[in-house]
């Protein structure tokens, strides 16, 4: 059984996965996916140089995002063009990590991705579990971990999925606007409830 875990900005994804790891459950993150197929090395890499050119390498010959970013930013087309080479090969890495771990002994994994609903990503999963948390809570959380400001990171949740239409995507629901202890227990209930359903089925 694979569960696609997602939340906004700050919500709290990557610490429910080592949670969830701590009980046996491997995962792997979309966004380390992403980041994943551009590496030197990368064919996705190799395509975006020999299209855009030298600049879009930083000095060490990793993607130079800013370069890349500012770049989609201005042409809606080069946009289109990035996501067109970048997707196929997302969803094919992902697969291949939701294939191997399907073989592990481990009884159900996680796919963490921000953007689950918005890519369809969604698909590639059995259940969703949405970690929630008010939206003053991850203002705080973001602008202290991210170095941002209250104004900025309001700006990033605001481009967001509205956090009542990512509950209403959810099969199960974890609350982390409390303290550690209270993730660590709502974990280990959904981790029994999963158990048991991939024992049943
Ligand atoms: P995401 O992966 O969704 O962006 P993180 O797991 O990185 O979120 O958590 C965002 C920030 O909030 C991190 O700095 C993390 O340590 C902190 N954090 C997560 N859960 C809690 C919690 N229950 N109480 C306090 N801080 C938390």
Known sequence: ?????????????????????????????????????????????????ARHGQ???DAEGQLNRRALRELVFREADE????????????????LAYLERMRESQAPYHLLVSPLLFESGQFRLVDRTLVIDIPESVQITRTAARDDVN???????????????ERLAC??????????????AEQVATLDRKYRALCASS
């Open 170 to 183: 959810a099969d199960d629901v974890i609350d982390n606007s409390g303290e550690a202890k209270s993730l």
């Open 150 to 164: 209250e104004a900025q990171a309001q700006a990033i949740v605001d481009a967001q999925m509205p956090r009542h």
């Open 55 to 57: 600049a879009m390498l």
């Open 1 to 49: 059984m694979t569960i696609g875990v997602t939340g906004g900005i700050a919500s709290g994804k990557s610490t429910v996965a080592r949670a969830f790891e701590a009980h046996g459950i491997p995962w792997v993150d979309a966004d380390d996916v992403a980041r994943e197929i551009v590496a030197p090395g990368e064919p996705a890499l190799d395509e975006i140089v």
């Open 79 to 94: 946009r289109a063009w990035l996501e067109s080479v970048m997707h196929p090969r997302i969803r094919q890495r992902i």
